[in-house]
C-alpha cells in the first residue's frame, strides 16, 4: 500500500528555447532512461538488462557510491506515453510524457510521480517526503536538462 505520493510537471520547451523538444524527443528519452539510466546521473555506474520484450524489462542497477548495492526494478513502458517503474524496494517512479492544448509536438509536458510505501517512509515519515518531493523535483529538472544534452549530440531518435 502506498501512504505518500508526489508528482511534478513541467513544460519541456521554456518560452523562446532554442533546442526544442518534441513529444518524440521526450519519448526516446525515457527510452534511454528505461535502458541506459546511468547516462542520467553519475549515481548509476552500471545497468543489467536481465529481460527485455520490448515494453517491459527488468534491470539492476548498481551504484558509484556503493558498489555492493544493487536495485531490481521491473520497467514497463506504454509506448509514447509512460515509463513505470517499480523497485523490489516497493518505491514506484512514472514518468509521463505530455502534449499541450495546442496538439503542437513541441506543446510538450514532462511529470514524474513518486509513489512511497509508508514503510519506506521511516523513521522521520516528514523528513522523507521532504527529501522524496525534492528528489523527485531534481530527477525531473536534471532529466529534461539531460535530454535535450542528448538531443544536442544526436542520441535521441
Not at 34 to 49: G, L, N
Not at 65 to 83: C, D, H, N, W, Y
Not at 114 to 132: G, H, R
Amino acid at each position: 500500500m502506498t501512504d505518500y505520493n508526489v508528482s511534478w510537471v513541467m513544460p519541456a520547451n521554456a518560452p523562446g528555447e532554442q533546442d526544442v523538444l518534441t513529444l518524440d524527443d521526450l519519448w526516446q528519452g525515457c527510452i534511454l532512461l528505461a535502458r541506459s539510466p546511468e547516462m542520467f546521473t553519475s549515481a548509476i555506474s552500471k545497468c543489467d538488462i536481465e529481460d527485455d520484450d520490448g515494453n517491459t524489462l527488468i534491470r539492476t542497477l548498481y551504484f558509484s557510491e556503493r558498489p555492493q548495492a544493487m536495485l531490481k526494478q521491473t520497467i514497463r513502458l506504454s509506448p509514447g506515453v509512460k515509463f513505470e517503474c517499480q523497485s523490489d524496494t516497493g518505491n514506484k517512479v512514472t514518468t509521463m510524457v505530455l502534449g499541450g492544448l495546442s496538439g503542437s509536438s513541441d506543446d510538450a509536458y514532462l511529470s514524474i510521480e513518486y509513489a512511497i510505501p509508508s514503510a519506506n517512509m521511516k523513521p522521520d515519515p516528514e523528513s522523507a517526503k521532504e527529501s522524496f518531493a525534492a528528489k523527485a523535483k531534481e530527477n525531473l529538472v536534471d532529466g529534461l536538462k539531460t535530454m535535450r544534452e542528448l538531443k544536442a549530440q544526436g542520441k535521441l531518435g
